[in-house]
């Protein structure tokens, strides 16, 4: 079936980088774009940024600029997530989703949690 | 950026009720809007994608309508399974931007 699968929990320091994957199956992995979202404990959700799969086009969050990298490895059909000098409000919830082409995700991965304390 | 509004930000409503909620664009988004429902300690779940259509298996209590800056969705008539958090999502343009949420609770 069609579904996207997140790496593990992380717990990180403050000023450290966390790498976050989603794996894609049961579907073309190229024909799709994927978002990243966030939703912070007891918070609303956030986009972060989006990806093409196709060509690697990538469009970020103003907020986010300069501290995340979203890539996609195609022969794995996976996408990652790179957010970087982590601070304590980064802790959250990462979501993964793919962009069903009319900018609604309609697949979405079933959340990574992120713990960011000294 | 878009600015996504809904409202109200929390209902209290009861089985077989008619709920309805408003989401409104702080600029014209055509119908480049979908509606996503939450439930605690799970991944939200498309419902609605551009404005009114009905994403497959969603059942069809469910609807949307709007276009520009107006939008609501509709829940015909409340499940107990419909108690959860719904948001509102702009793809007009970048930054892609969600409303608050609204979050429907058993009265």
């Known amino acids: 079936q069609v579904q996207l699968v997140q790496s593990g929990a992380e717990v990180k320091k403050p000023g450290a980088s966390v790498n976050v994957s989603c794996k894609a199956s049961?579907?073309?992995?190229?024909?799709?774009?994927i978002s990243w979202v966030r939703q912070a404990p007891g918070q609303g959700l956030e986009w972060m940024g989006w990806?093409?799969?196709?060509?690697?086009?990538?469009n970020y969050a103003q907020n986010l600029q300069g501290r995340v990298t979203m890539t996609t490895d195609t022969s794995t059909s996976t996408a990652y997530m790179e957010l970087r000098s982590l601070r304590s409000d980064d802790t959250a919830v990462y979501y993964c989703?793919?962009?069903?082409?009319?900018?609604?995700?309609?697949?979405w991965g079933q959340g990574t949690m992120v713990t960011v304390s000294s | 950026d878009i600015q996504m509004t809904q409202s109200p930000s929390s209902v209290s409503a009861s089985v077989g009720d008619r709920v309805t909620i408003t989401c409104r664009a702080s600029?014209?988004?055509?119908?480049?809007l979908a509606w996503y429902q939450q439930k605690p300690g799970k991944a939200p779940k498309l419902l609605i994608y551009a404005a009114s259509s009905l994403q497959s298996g969603v059942p069809s209590r469910f609807s949307g309508s709007g276009s520009g800056t107006d939008f609501t969705l509709t829940i015909s008539s409340l499940q107990p399974e419909d108690f959860a958090t719904y948001y509102c999502?702009?793809?007009?343009?970048?930054?892609?931007?969600f409303g608050q949420g609204t979050k429907v609770e058993i009265k």
């Open positions: 990806i093409s799969a196709y060509n690697g086009n990538t």
């Open positions: 999502q702009q793809a007009n343009s970048f930054p892609w931007t």
């Open positions: 049961g579907y073309t992995f190229t024909s799709y774009g």
């Open positions: 600029q014209g988004i055509s119908t480049w």
């Open positions: 989703a793919r962009d069903k082409t009319l900018g609604a995700f309609d697949i």
